[in-house]
């Protein structure tokens, strides 16, 4: 009788912590769930369209991350068995994540569709031809010209199976406001094929 009134009050115990967790970080939760999906999608837009995208997205990461280590201030433990509020400032209470995939999705977005160039029609070689098999299959075509850097160009199967190591391709840039160069349209020869049309 008395263990199962122990077990029975422990239960309680466990149960009161979790509703007061829960609801100090409704919102905490809420914020990093949308940064987390916004960031993944920006980053991925970035490092597929943008010349050292990878290198751009990992920066803003290490950041991002930096940043919110100095920024989060842990919970006082003692504090969750007095009230559902939770002291700490909204920027302090946010998990260490959240900042990070903040920065992704601002950067993310900042590099993929805030430009401040006009679009220019350069000619690159194909460096490299390959196929990338994950959940679904990429064609991906390698270039480097030399003042914008390396970028896996993403293209349709008709139009890699049409390319090869060492054909010219044309591409169309335009320069995002952080300096970096955004792939915008690609082809052959002097005619810029939309993606679209691949």
């Known amino acids: 009788m008395v263990e199962s009134s122990i077990i029975i009050n422990l239960k309680r115990v466990n149960l009161d912590l979790l509703v007061v967790c829960m609801k100090a970080d409704k919102t905490s939760q809420l914020l990093w ?21 990878f290198e ?7 950041f991002g991350l930096g940043v919110g280590l100095t920024l989060h201030k842990k ?4 504090e969750l068995w007095d009230s559902f509020v939770d002291r700490r400032s909204f920027f302090r209470s946010q998990r260490r994540t959240t900042y990070m995939f ?8 900042s590099s993929s569709y805030i430009f401040v160039g006009e ?12 196929i990338s098999r994950g ?3 990429s064609y991906i075509l390698a270039i480097s010209p030399e003042k914008l850097g390396p970028l896996d160009l993403k293209v349709g199967e008709n139009f890699w199976n049409s390319q090869s190591v060492g054909n010219m391709l044309n591409i169309v840039v335009k320069e995002n406001i952080l300096g970096f160069y955004v792939v915008m349209d690609y ?3 002097n005619k810029a094929l939309k993606k679209s049309d691949t």
């Open 102 to 109: 903040f920065f992704l999705t601002v950067v993310g977005f």
């Open 187 to 189: 082809g052959t020869g």
């Open 33 to 53: 769930f949308i940064f987390l999906i916004l960031g993944i999608w920006f980053s991925i837009e970035t490092v597929n369209r943008t010349f050292y995208g």
């Open 135 to 137: 959940k679904s299959t």
């Open 75 to 78: 919970r006082n433990t003692s």
């Open 56 to 62: 751009l997205v990992m920066g803003t990461t290490v």
């Open 119 to 130: 679009p220019v029609s350069i000619h690159v070689e194909i460096n490299d031809k390959r």
